[in-house]
Each structure stands twice: as structure tokens, then as C-alpha cells.
């Protein structure tokens, strides 16, 4: 009976002491500008991420490009401490809805040679909006060579 008493005690005491608004208040989520555009980190772009099934690259594509006037795309990574990458654009002219595949090396006339020592793969995407806000959402890519 003493013990239960004294836990409530400690517990009523706590409460008191301890602002649970202050402890669990989150950061106020402020866009940033640029040049009078509004850019906007981790936006919700449509976009779907996934490896290969062999783990050598990986294919992305969009649930849906409305709203989207087009879409720049940084992949890149290192091998054995040299700078690798691809990039490119996607507009709703050349099949937004498409997958992509990006590999982690280079092929030619269906030759792949594929790079390892894989280190610091990322993934970004630079959305333009047709409203004119630029949204950008980044994947830190896993490596497996």
C-alpha cells in the first residue's frame, strides 16, 4: 500500500513538473524561397522507388504527373571512390507514368559492365509544378556491390 502511494505521489509530481506541451511540441514546417518561387523540401511528389529484383539499379517511376510540368532526376553514387551518376528530364511528352531503370554502371550495345565499391547513392528529384512551386524529394539508396 506504501509503495503504491508513493508512485502515485512520484507520478502526480512528475506530471506537475514536466509541460508535456513543451516537451512534445514539433517544428513548425516553413518552405523556403527562392527568387519568388516557393520551393518546397520532401514534398509530396507521386513517385515510386524501388530496386531491381538483382539489386544492380533502380527503377522509378510516377503514380501520376497532373499538376507536374516537368520533372529533373539526379541519380548518383560512387565507385571505389569515384564519382558515378546519371540525370535527365521527364516531361508529360515522353511518358511521365513510364518506369525508368537506372543502373549502378554503365551498358553499351547490351554489354553491362556494373560498377562496385558502392558508396553514397542518392536518388533526387527536382519537381516544377505547374503553379510554379518547385518541389524536391531525395532517396538515400542502399548499395549492395
Known amino acids: 500500500m506504501r509503495k503504491t502511494l508513493w508512485l502515485i505521489l512520484i507520478v502526480f509530481t512528475?506530471?506537475?513538473f514536466?509541460?508535456?506541451?513543451?516537451i512534445y511540441a514539433a517544428k513548425k514546417f516553413v518552405t523556403k524561397k527562392t527568387a519568388g518561387k516557393t520551393v518546397i523540401s520532401s514534398g509530396s511528389i507521386p513517385s515510386i522507388v524501388k530496386y531491381r529484383s538483382d539489386k544492380l539499379g533502380i527503377l522509378f517511376s510516377f503514380a501520376?504527373?497532373?499538376?507536374?510540368?516537368?520533372?529533373?532526376?539526379?541519380?548518383t553514387y560512387n565507385s571505389n571512390g569515384n564519382p558515378q551518376g546519371a540525370g535527365g528530364t521527364i516531361r508529360a511528352s515522353n511518358n511521365p507514368t513510364s518506369e525508368r531503370e537506372l543502373l549502378f554502371g554503365t551498358c553499351s550495345?547490351?554489354?553491362?559492365?556494373?560498377?562496385?565499391?558502392l558508396t553514397n547513392a542518392r536518388l533526387v528529384l527536382t519537381v516544377k509544378m505547374t503553379n510554379g512551386n518547385t518541389v524536391?524529394?531525395?532517396?538515400?539508396?542502399?548499395?549492395?556491390?
Not at 18 to 22: E, V, Y
Not at 109 to 117: A, D, E, K
Not at 137 to 142: T, V
Request: hydrophobic content about 25%.
Open 109 to 117: 550495345t547490351s554489354v553491362c559492365n556494373y560498377h562496385s565499391g
Open 18 to 22: 514536466l509541460k508535456p506541451d513543451s
Open 136 to 145: 524536391t524529394k531525395s532517396y538515400r539508396i542502399k548499395t549492395y556491390r
Open 14 to 16: 512528475m506530471g506537475f
Open 64 to 75: 501520376n504527373f497532373n499538376g507536374i510540368e516537368s520533372a529533373n532526376y539526379s541519380f
